[in-house]
């Protein structure tokens, strides 16, 4: 949805984000722009991080150590937070990609958009809504999982009953409720997008959508892409618009 390309410095919070989607979220990163800086908090003496081993240096990832001095209590917010500030005036790139679920991290979002830089989330669908309104864009990490990310089914016997653990169940029911299309959003976005003109780009019309909300995704929807899902709704026409040999589709209500 955004053409121009600059350098992103992607922070991650170990503890708070998971290894197997590592390669997702650079692909997804990519989209904006490229992964100068790359780095990875957490307690790397903990078995919790083990999992971020075999991943880190295939993705050229910086292990940065943060020991946990009180107990229940990692110093990882902090230590991300003030290394994003020294980044951030160091002007070493133009936009950050802040990998976490958690709320701490949403006044260091708006401390970056204060400055005029590009910031993006990628955390999972319990992320306080307070970090992902704080964020230009947020990716819910859900969306990236592929069918060679998803964890393998543990096989049961007969005799074993397959009860979906809490979690498990919750992530279910949290999906559930925020996979609801809102066309009240979709409509006021096409508004902002089209300026009175009876046909809009599709590109144009994911920007405004972003603007209303920075964690709308098609894939939430289950839609490949926005020309997919507005292609599903009966009150817009998706118009082909080749220019030099590529696509850029056009939107426009039904007559």
Not at 147 to 174: G, H, L
């Amino acid at each position: 949805m955004q053409e121009t390309k600059f350098n992103i410095a992607v922070l991650i919070d170990g503890d708070n984000a998971q290894a197997r989607l590592l390669k997702e979220v650079l692909s997804e990163v990519s989209k904006y722009g490229k992964a100068t800086i790359r780095r990875i908090y957490g307690d790397w003496t903990t078995p919790q991080m083990n999992s971020w081993k075999d991943t880190i240096n295939q993705h050229s990832f910086s292990p940065i150590q943060k020991f946990s001095y009180t107990t229940g209590k990692n110093s990882t917010d902090s230590s991300m937070i003030i290394d994003a500030m020294d980044i951030l005036h160091s002007q070493s790139v133009q936009g950050f990609c802040i990998v976490s679920s958690d709320s701490d991290y949403t006044g260091l979002a708006k401390r970056i958009r204060e400055s005029g830089m590009f910031v993006m989330g990628i955390g999972r669908r319990i992320t306080p809504k307070a970090f992902v309104q704080s964020c230009e864009i947020f990716t819910y990490a859900e969306n990236l999982v592929t069918s060679s990310t998803k964890p393998k089914a543990k096989k049961t016997t007969s005799s074993e009953k397959e009860i979906p653990k809490a979690s498990e169940a919750q992530d279910k029911e949290e999906k559930e409720e925020s996979d609801v299309l809102d066309l009240k959003v979709i409509s006021k976005a096409f508004e902002i997008a089209s300026d009175e003109d009876e046909e809009v780009h599709i590109a144009k019309i994911g920007a405004a959508l972003r603007k209303i909300d920075p964690s709308f995704d098609p894939r939430t929807y289950g839609f490949r892409n926005l020309t997919d899902l507005f292609k599903s709704l009966d009150k817009y026409a998706v118009v082909r618009n080749v220019v030099n040999g590529l696509n850029y589709p056009l939107v426009k209500l039904k007559s």
